[in-house]
C-alpha cells in the first residue's frame, strides 16, 4: 500500500524510542534540557541589567561556548575510553554543583557579572563533555540504521524541555529573583543524573584495546588525514556556529530595547526559539536513514542565512516569534545533520573522535557571540543580525555549488 511521505515520517519519528535504553537516556535529556533552558535566559538577562551592554552579554555567551573549543578534542578522547554511562553521569553532576554555587552566590547577593562569567564557564565546561557523551552514547544504543532518528529525537528532547525551562526562568526571575531560579536548575541537573542510574548499556566504545588518552588524541590527527571530508564538515560547523547560532545572544537586547517586553517577554522568546527547533527536529526525525543529507545540510543552513536576514523585518514581538520559529527549525536540523554526518564518516570506534570534533568546531562560537555584540553596538541588533545571515547564506550557497562530495552524502 503507498503512504504519502508525510504520512511515513509521522510512522518514523519516534523509531528510537523502541529501545529501552534510549527512553531513559531521552528522559536524562529532557531534565538536562530543563536546567540549560533556564539558564539561557536568566544568564544573558543578568549580564545586560548589571551592565546595559551588549558587547558584555556577548561576552557571557561566549563564556559559555569557550569550553567546547578547550575541551573538545579532550571530551572525544575521553568518550572513546571510558564507560560513556558513567561519564554522563559525572558530568550532569557536575553542572549541578555549578548552578548550586550560582544560586547561593546570587541568593546572599554575592555575584557581580564577572563571577557569572566564571561560573558560566564551568557549566560550560560540563556541557562540552555531557553533549559529546551523549551523541556517541545515543550511537551505541540505536545503531547506525536510528542514528540520525536518534539523534533528532534527543535534539527534540533537548528543545522541549528548553521550552518549558525557558517559561519557568522568566516567571521566577519575575517574582522570585534568578537564584531560586538555579536552585531549580541545580534539582534539575540531579533528576537529569538519576534517569541514567537504570540504563543497562554502559555505551563502551569498540576499541579492541584501550588507548591512553593522550594516544587518543593524537589520533585525531589521523582521522583528519584518513577522512578529509571530517575537516570540511568541521568548517561549515563553525562556520554555522560563529554566523549563526549566535542570534540567540541578541535575545535579551531585542526583549530590552527593541521590542521592550521585559523579562517575561524573553522567556517567550526563548521558548519560541525552542519550539521551532522541535519542529525542524521532529521533520528531520521522520526522515530515518532516507534522504541525501549532503544536499539537506546545505538547503537548511541557506535557509538559516535567510532567516536571520529577516529579523531585520521585524516589527513587534509576533513577527519576531515567527521569524525565530523558521530560524531555529533550520538551525537545529542542520546541527543534527553535522553530527550524524560526521559519525557516519568514521568507523564506530572513532566515534567519540568525531563527535569531538563537532564540539570543538561548536567552540569556536565565543568569536561569533562577542563578534555579534560587537556589532549590534554599532549597527544595532538588527543589523547584526541582517550581515550575518546573508554572509552564512551567501557562504552556503557557494560551497555547497563547489563541493558535489558532501551534496552527495547520505
Known sequence: MYHPPIVT??????????????????LSTVFYSLATGMEQVSVGWLIYELTGSEFMVGVGAGARMLPFFVLGMLSGA???????????RIGTVGASAAALTMALLLLFDLANEWVIIGLVVALGSAMAFTI?????????????????????????????????????????IEFVGPGWQ???????????????????NPGRSLRTSAESVLRNLVGYARLMREHRLMMVLMVLTATTEVLGFTHMTLLPVFAKDVLMVGPVGLSIMTAGRQAGGLMGLWLLAGLGSRGRKGLLTFATAIGFGLGL???????????????????????????TLYK????DLVPDEERGRAMGTWVL?????PVGHVGVGALAGVVGAPGALLINGAILAGLNVVTGLSLPKIRRLE
Open 182 to 200: 538555579f536552585l531549580a536548575s541545580a534539582g534539575a541537573y540531579l533528576l537529569s543524573a538519576a534517569a541514567t542510574l537504570a540504563i543497562a
Open 361 to 365: 568546531s561548536v567552540g569556536f562560537a
Open 340 to 343: 550524524a554526518l560526521m559519525q
Open 309 to 335: 536576514m529577516a529579523f531585520s523585518l521585524t516589527t513587534n514581538i509576533y513577527t519576531f516569534i515567527a521569524v525565530l520559529l523558521v530560524v531555529n527549525a533550520c538551525a537545529m536540523a542542520v546541527d
Open 9 to 26: 515520517v509521522i510512522g518514523n519519528w519516534a523509531a528510537s524510542l523502541r529501545f529501552r535504553d534510549f527512553r531513559l537516556l531521552w
Open 132 to 172: 559529546t557523551v551523549r551523541q556517541t552514547f545515543t550511537y551505541d544504543i540505536v545503531g547506525s540504521g536510528h542514528a540520525l532518528n536518534g539523534l533528532a529525537l534527543g535534539a527534540m528532547a533537548m528543545q522541549g524541555g528548553g521550552i518549558v525551562g525557558s517559561l519557568v526562568s522568566g516567571a521566577v
Open 78 to 88: 575521553i568518550a572513546d575510553r571510558w564507560d560513556r554511562r558513567t561519564l554522563l
